[in-house]
């Protein structure tokens, strides 16, 4: 157990709609990431938030959102969902920014399946 | 921009056999350097790091990496691998005082047959 948790496990929703992933870090952990898994694209970085501010942009679509909130929690909104987004979407969480010596430390991820 | 590559698509073992996994990445500068492993229905864990200091790094599990800054490899090692070793295995790169996030391998999956 890592201790970075992510709510739901499993979601299904129907293209068109909006979800909500939620992410907490480790105790402690300043930052939060978020990556996608899928089959044909493999693992991709989506963003990056430390201490309730973007830090960092990769390759996340602009129906996609998050924010981190005061508590340190992340949520991740996808919005007009399209069945390509169906994927695993992890959170990581690290004490501090990268370019320091940092691990990053996996939550279980959600399931999305967009039918 | 960071890339890393990861040698293998899928490697296929048999119990007690070596095993080596190829990763190198193309940056210039100073790097942290870490394998994760993803077990089959699971996220992903950490194997092992390197920041600095002795190049030949020993994770858990029984594996170790070593470092070679002149290839700009980070090859991962196991001497003798078990049937539970099945999953897939991610290299990942951090650039140091880049400001760039964390870059991953495409990763490799290892089968062992028992």
């Known amino acids: 157990d890592s201790g970075v948790t992510q709510t739901p496990k499993h979601l299904i929703t129907a293209t068109g709609q909006r979800v909500t992933l939620r992410c907490s870090p480790r105790?402690?952990?300043?930052?939060v990431y978020w990556y996608q898994q899928s089959l044909d694209q493999g693992l991709q970085f989506l963003i990056q938030?430390?201490?309730?501010?973007?830090?960092a942009k990769g390759n996340i679509l602009e129906r996609f959102s998050a924010q981190q909130f005061p508590d340190l929690h992340s949520e991740l909104n996808l919005s007009s969902l399209e069945l390509g987004d169906s994927a695993l979407y992890f959170c990581?969480?690290?004490?501090?920014?990268?370019?320091?010596?940092?691990?990053?430390?996996f939550g279980p991820g959600t399931r999305l399946l967009v039918l | 921009a960071q890339s890393v590559s990861q040698h293998n698509h899928h490697v296929i073992l048999s119990e007690a056999a070596s095993l080596e996994l190829g990763c190198n990445y193309s940056?210039?500068?100073?790097?942290?350097l870490f394998w994760y492993v993803q077990y089959p229905g699971q996220h992903l864990q950490l194997l092992l790091k390197y920041f600095s200091g002795d190049p030949l790094v020993k994770g858990i599990k029984g594996f170790e990496a070593e470092f070679i800054k002149s290839k700009f490899s980070f090859n991962l090692r196991k001497p003798s691998v078990q049937w539970s070793d099945t999953a897939e295995y991610f290299c990942?790169?951090?650039?140091?005082?880049?400001?760039?996030?964390?870059?991953f391998g495409p990763g490799t999956r290892l089968s062992v047959l028992p």
């Open positions: 938030y430390y201490n309730g501010e973007e830090r």
């Open positions: 940056y210039g500068g100073t790097v942290n």
């Open positions: 990581a969480s690290s004490v501090g920014t990268s370019g320091t010596q940092e691990t990053q430390y």
């Open positions: 990942a790169v951090n650039a140091r005082n880049y400001g760039q996030n964390f870059v």
């Open positions: 105790s402690g952990d300043l930052s």
